[in-house]
């Protein structure tokens, strides 16, 4: 009987571990959580306050069960060190554990602005329920929310809070929305059904925070060109760094996420790693239909069936109420045009290289509810990582 080792219980580790106990049911498990455990959908910590939702409220299966259905030991403690050497990982009470394979799905944390001042430890980021949480209690009684950060996770808690009652101030200093995903003209359509709904933009170059101070109450963020905005709360979303101060301290390669290949081993033999921490072959991709893909193939890996992870396309859902939007994104080196069809903000955007290949597009608004276009543009798009690139 061999071990496996998956460190992380998110939506990377416990996909792993549904899809690797389907080819290995008498193998032991064991799962490192550095939280309670239970399972839940990230995702969802976005878009829960239009719905009514508490943190307990997100949870899908409560550790207990999950440990019953995967037939795992699941442990609520820090990974203190990893032995590849040994094949060994030191938990925080001293204990090591011994594996066959070790699987790291440490996720991401939040990219947190150095801001001085005495109110920057009150600026909060959502990465988890225990941080939903702590939103939920420090928004009660409030009312003002200012969201440094105009991408993803800004835009949907921007559209979640609004939803949910509470006035809204956004700072985005790329100067549009969503400025990594989006053309110009799209980012334009989303601001202005943001700003229509009563979110308060606020789109300059100049918006970078550089103090937090308390109050009356609250915070004064202070910007680097000398302006201010006050607020209740601050929610910090300016976008995901991986973990990966323990794979460095277990000589990992790393770069900006844990390097890995298309079979997602690292440079560690019998270890691996997916998920928001894992760089595979230069790809950083923080999304769920990946580590999904990621899962499904590891887990064949890992039961004696090498399979490398292939990449079709793979769109992001963008989950603004206000104006729904699809989008997959282009290369940021791809030379081509942008086509735009339809009206108002039910828009179409085609991106055609040279060749006239379509790259990517974003549908908004009613566009964005055609599931049969989407689908019919997604199989024309080539694949991130095709199948007959990958090598053993």
Request: net charge negative.
């Amino acid at each position: 009987m061999q071990t496996l080792i998956i460190v992380g219980t998110g939506l990377a580790g416990y996909n792993l571990a549904r899809e690797w106990r389907k080819r290995a049911p008498q193998d032991r498990l064991i799962m490192i959580s550095r939280d309670a455990g239970h399972s839940y959908s990230k995702p969802l910590l976005s878009t829960a306050f239009a719905k009514g939702k508490d943190a307990e409220g997100l949870v899908m299966v409560r550790r207990e069960a999950m440990a019953e259905q995967l037939k795992a030991e699941i442990l609520s403690t820090e990974l203190r060190h990893i032995d590849t050497a040994a094949r060994q990982v030191e938990l925080a009470d001293g204990q090591r554990l011994t594996y066959d394979h070790l699987v790291l799905a440490l996720g991401a944390d939040p990219f947190r602005p150095p801001l001085a001042g005495d109110g920057a430890a009150a600026v909060l980021s959502v990465n988890d329920l225990e941080d939903y949480a702590r939103l939920r209690a420090t928004l009660q009684g409030r009312q003002k929310v200012l969201i440094l950060g105009g991408g993803l996770i800004g835009c949907e808690f921007a559209n979640d809070l609004l939803q949910g009652g509470f006035s809204v101030d956004l700072v985005e200093p790329a100067g549009r929305l969503l400025s990594s995903l989006l053309p110009a003209a799209a980012a334009q359509v989303l601001a202005q059904a943001l700003s229509d709904a009563g979110v308060r933009l606020h789109l300059h170059a100049e918006g970078w925070a550089v103090a937090a101070h308390r109050h009356e109450g609250g915070l004064r963020v202070e910007f680097r060109d000398g302006s201010h905005l006050d607020s209740d709360v601050v929610i910090s979303a300016i976008g995901l760094r991986p973990r990966i101060a323990l794979a460095q301290a277990a000589g990992l390669a790393c770069a900006r996420g844990i390097r890995v290949d298309r079979y997602l081993r690292t440079s560690a033999e019998h270890v691996y790693a997916l998920g928001d921490c894992a760089e595979v072959e230069g790809l950083l991709l923080p999304y769920v239909l990946p580590l999904m893909a990621q899962a499904r193939a590891l887990a064949q890996t890992l039961s004696a069936t090498p399979t490398p992870v292939q990449y079709a396309a793979m769109p992001v859902q963008v989950k603004t109420s206000v104006c729904p939007v699809v989008v997959a994104p282009v290369a940021a080196d791809s030379v081509g045009v942008w086509s735009v069809e339809g009206e108002g903000r039910d828009l179409r955007l085609l991106f055609h290289d040279t060749a006239g290949q379509l790259r990517g597009f974003v549908l908004l608004g009613q566009a964005a509810a055609q599931a049969a276009d989407k689908s019919a543009l997604q199989k024309q798009l080539p694949d991130l990582l095709p199948q007959e690139s990958a090598h053993a």
